[in-house]
């Protein structure tokens, strides 16, 4: 049997396949593994190239064959789809992956370490807790509304609802309804309490990361922003200029050109949403404050808003802060308060 050089391994939750590949494209070997047989099988593999979709769990087994003295490359699904062949079953999409991985124009995302995925948990946590949050508020919004209690919008209106259902000493509000909203309220205050442990949390990993605090002087990006990119962008190097890591978030247009003639339609909304929607954040605080502003970036931001509107504006210097932090991070530069 010929020495297998390339292996495709489609991963799942319990049952894996792998196919694997002479130097001349011949198979080797198409194998279903159980999960508990996963390390067992490669220790007894010659060192090779693996592929992988990056999908869920891949980024942990990706590290567990590094440390077998594999070659590991994830690949975004979107990219092995077309070496797909015929119908989709676990045979077929190791396959791909085998094909695709050995594309000397492929794209690759890089192997996240635990401590990385560890910080990207507290924010999506952070995030699952506001959108919660926001659900508490929605519904006790709603039911006092049904009982003529109306408050201010924002965080001060909240604070009104829920003194009033937590006050005794009235009646505007039935013992019914406030003990079916007691629970909302205690909610409310659990909520709170544990979005302020994760910004804590976050702080304190921002604190220690040195890429992190160089992103952080970029204006518009936090400590919130600095981080997640700083987690989520691995290696700066696989991007070969700013424009490449804009068009991964989704911040430039969509193009449906032909024939020479160029066609720009709204942008991709493609990569991480997440990150791009801290950096629009990020981007219309700076235009905010863009008429009394220093630094270079936010000056075009002023000119740039006698021209065009708000929103496209802001999403132009979200554009603007993702290639800034391309070069940061591809240089190990800090913002000097002039770049372009």
Known sequence: MKEVTTIGLDIAKHVFQAHGVAYNGDVVFRRKLRRNE??????????????????????????????????????????????????????????????????????????????????????????????????????????????????????????MLVGLVEDEDHDMIPGIARTALLPITQQLRDNGLQIDEMDKQILAWHRSNELSQRLETIPGIGPISASALAATVADASLFKSGRQLAAWLGLVPRQNSSGGKERLGKITKQGDPYIRRLLVVGAAAVLRFSRNAKSTTAIWGAGMLSRRPYTVVAVAMANKMARIAWALMAKGTKFNGTAA
Not at 44 to 73: M, N, Y
Not at 137 to 154: D, S
């Open 38 to 159: 996963v390390i067992e099988f490669f220790t007894g593999v010659p060192s090779c190239l693996i592929g992988i979709e990056a999908c869920a769990t891949a980024h942990f087994w990706a590290r567990q064959l590094l440390d077998l003295g594999h070659q590991v490359k994830l690949i975004p699904a979107s990219y092995v789809k077309p070496y797909v062949k015929r119908q989709k079953n676990d045979a077929a999409d190791a396959e791909a992956i085998c094909e695709a991985v050995t594309r000397p124009s492929m794209r690759f995302v890089p192997i996240k370490t635990e401590d990385q995925q560890s910080v990207l948990m507290l924010h999506r946590v952070r995030e699952l807790l506001i959108r919660q949050r926001t659900m508490l508020v929605n519904a006790l919004r709603g039911h006092l509304a049904e009982l003529g209690i109306v408050t201010q919008l924002g965080v001060k209106g909240v604070g």
